[in-house]
């Protein structure tokens, strides 16, 4: 059974240390095990979702971000990147969302959900909540989705969106700019061998969120397909 080792973490702490391309050179056969393993881990994280929901990412190896970091446009010029991260997509455009997992010691999460969503998905997602606001506030409040993950997350208005009704019963979930759904791992979780099953119950535990946007996604306010 595939899992996070320690080697995979001391691999990330020693990387941090030495964020520099001489060091990451000199060590490159090190990263290439260490890449290796996750590359197994990101097989069997696939298959097990595959069991649950449409999944169109191909292999393990191509949910694998690169570890290398685009510095073009930021102040921190160190070359790497000190986690390990995946994300799998959903297939079709009539299943939104996606999932992803983040791996670094002292820092390690799941999320899905809805990032930066368009101007018109964020329109769709509004207005469907403004009538069945109801029934995203259940799934939010339901055991499964608080015990996972406690609240949506997510970056928020501080008023009312133009054009909503800023006394609406929903206005709290109207002024949400971002949907998404975080859960985080201690380190002991993590190096767990059971750990790919638990990051798998986490990402069902989102089915019940990403149906509901999928739904608001694809369908005008009458409820007819978009696609």
């Given at each position: 059974m595939a899992q996070i080792t320690k080697s995979n973490f001391d691999f990330l702490k020693t990387l941090a240390k030495n964020n520099n391309r001489e060091w990451f050179t000199e060590n490159k056969s090190s990263y290439e095990k260490n890449r290796a393993d996750l590359v197994?881990?990101?097989d069997e994280l696939l298959e097990l979702l595959k069991t649950h929901d449409d999944i169109d990412t191909i292999s393990g190896k191509k949910a694998l971000y690169r570890i290398y970091r685009d510095v073009r446009f930021s102040k921190d010029k160190t070359p790497y990147k000190t986690h390990y991260s995946m994300s799998f997509s959903r297939a079709t455009k009539l299943l939104r969302g996606g999932y992803f997992l983040s791996i670094e010691p002292g820092n390690s999460f799941l999320g899905g959900g809805f990032w930066g969503p368009s101007s018109s998905d964020l329109k769709l997602i509004r207005t469907n909540i403004l009538e069945f606001g109801d029934e995203l506030t259940k799934i939010l409040h339901s055991k499964q989705f608080a015990t996972n993950?406690?609240?949506?997350?997510?970056?928020?208005?501080?008023?009312?969106?133009?054009?909503?009704?800023?006394?609406?019963?929903q206005i709290k979930l109207l002024r949400y700019k971002?949907?998404?759904?975080?859960?985080?791992?201690t380190d002991k979780e993590?190096?767990?061998?059971?750990?790919?099953?638990?990051?798998?119950?986490?990402?069902?535990?989102?089915?019940?969120?990403?149906?509901?946007?999928?739904?608001?996604?694809t369908t005008d306010a009458n409820g007819v397909p978009l696609y």
């Open positions: 197994e881990f990101s993950f406690g609240a949506m997350e997510g970056e928020q208005l501080k008023t009312s969106p133009k054009g909503f009704d800023k006394e609406h019963k971002q949907f998404l759904a975080v859960k985080k791992f993590v190096l767990s061998k059971d750990f790919a099953q638990i990051v798998n119950e986490g990402f069902k535990a989102m089915r019940p969120f990403f149906d509901y946007m999928s739904e608001a996604l």
